[in-house]
């Protein structure tokens, strides 16, 4: 924790961003999609805006980190509205499946969540985004010869969370040249097939960093 930004008892209005990373990549990783993006929002000085990235097995962590700055003072349990603080989750790989299991903890808790994003999710039961969020987006890659990302998401109450996108990304016959290759290691670019590819394309994490920036009502 102690490495980590976030107040405890944030303000009203204030927004808490935490990106799930993939596979077993450290938490502050900076070649990783997730970890830049979380480095340009902090770089951006948006007024009461927290960004924290955290590694896709640590779960428990997070819902920590997101408890701490909703709680009041030290004893006391009730958790304030929560309605009161906006709460993204985005991620990469098992980083997606991750949010998705987030977002249930957090429904579990009676806290909302206002954007959840997924790059490529991989993992189970990564597909029904729980009713505590409002906007949900999924974007994906299928090609052969590599992981498949989760292709598609639904709302399990339609009526109260809407899905902003399913989105398909191509890489099969496109070059690492066209991609941030030097961020990939040599096993990475040579075994990890389009998956990593997506991971490494600078234009999903630009996306990415516009979705979040729009359901915080922040100009890029």
């Known amino acids: 924790m102690r490495d980590f930004q976030v107040p405890r008892h944030v303000k009203t209005g204030s927004a808490l961003v935490i990106g799930f990373l993939g596979g077993f990549e450290h938490w502050n990783d900076p070649h990783r999609g997730i970890r830049k993006v979380a480095l ?10 927290y960004v924290e990235t955290i590694e896709n097995h640590r779960r428990a962590l997070a819902l920590k980190v997101i408890r701490r700055a909703l709680d009041g ?5 009730t958790l304030v509205n929560s309605s009161r603080v906006r709460i993204v989750l985005y991620g990469q790989s098992w980083g997606g499946a991750a949010v998705v299991s987030t977002a249930r903890d957090l429904q579990k808790l009676g806290i909302d969540v206002q954007l959840t994003v997924q790059v490529d999710s991989v993992g189970m039961h990564d597909d029904v985004i729980p009713a505590n969020v409002r906007n949900a987006a999924n974007l994906f890659q299928r090609d ?3 992981i498949d990302g989760r292709a598609e998401i639904r709302a399990q109450a339609p009526d109260r969370t809407r899905i902003l996108e399913n989105t398909q990304f191509f890489y099969l016959f496109r070059p690492y040249g066209t991609l941030n290759a030097s961020d990939g290691s040599w096993a990475r670019r040579t075994f990890g097939g389009s998956h990593a590819k997506m991971e490494l394309d600078g234009a999903v994490w630009e996306h990415v960093e516009q979705l979040i920036l729009h359901v915080l009502g922040k100009h890029s």
């Open 73 to 77: 003072e030290p004893g006391v349990r």
């Open 144 to 146: 052969p010869f590599s």
């Open 40 to 49: 340009d929002l902090r770089s951006r000085d948006l007024p009461n805006v």
